[in-house]
C-alpha cells in the first residue's frame, strides 16, 4: 500500500540557509534515486519554511532513504537549524501526492514535532500559518 511522508520545516534564521538548502537539494538527489521512491514535491513556503511530500512503495522503503546517505547526514543539523519542525505519515490506497491543504491537516491532526534546540512557541502544538497555496516543486523519481 502507498505510504505518504509529509516534512515541514522551518529554519530559524538566514544565516543556515545556506547549508539548509546544499543539504535540501542533496537529499533532494537522493530520495529521487531511491528505492520505493514514487513521487515527491516540495513547497517552499513563508518565513523560511518548507514542506514536502514524498509517496514511497511502503513504510520501509522510506525508512531505507531516511537510514541512508545525504538524508542521514542532515538529520543532526536540523535539531540546531530549525525552530520548528514536524512530520505526519500515512498509508493510502491511491498513488497520488496529498495536496497541501490535506498535508496541512493531516499534520496537525496525525503529526508529531521534532525535538529541536531552540523551537518557536508554536513548535510543540503546531499552531502555525497553514501552507501557501500552490503546486511546490516536482521531485520526479529517476531510473
Known amino acids: 500500500m502507498p505510504f505518504v511522508s509529509i516534512t515541514r520545516l522551518r529554519v530559524r ?4 540557509m545556506p547549508g539548509f538548502y546544499l543539504h535540501a537539494m542533496a537529499t533532494t538527489r537522493q530520495a529521487a534515486t531511491a528505492l520505493g521512491f514514487r513521487a515527491g514535491r516540495l ?4 518565513h523560511r519554511t518548507f514542506w514536502t511530500a514524498t509517496l514511497w512503495d511502503d513504510r ?10 545525504s538524508h542521514l547526514k542532515v538529520m543532526p543539523k536540523l535539531m ?8 505526519a505519515h500515512w498509508e493510502q490506497e491511491h498513488t497520488a501526492l496529498p495536496g497541501w491543504q490535506e498535508a496541512d491537516t493531516r499534520m496537525r491532526r496525525e503529526g508529531r514535532p521534532s525535538k529541536l534546540s531552540c523551537p518557536t512557541a508554536a513548535h510543540a502544538d503546531m499552531t502555525y500559518a497553514p501552507p501557501r497555496s500552490g503546486d511546490g516543486v516536482p521531485i520526479n523519481p529517476k531510473g
Request: hydrophobic fraction near 40%; glycine fraction near 4%.
Open 13 to 16: 534564521s538566514w544565516r543556515f
Open 80 to 87: 540546531h537549524w530549525c525552530d520548528e519542525a514536524s512530520i
Open 60 to 69: 520501509e522503503a522510506m525508512r531505507a532513504y531516511i537510514a541512508s546517505g
Open 43 to 46: 513547497l517552499p513556503d513563508r
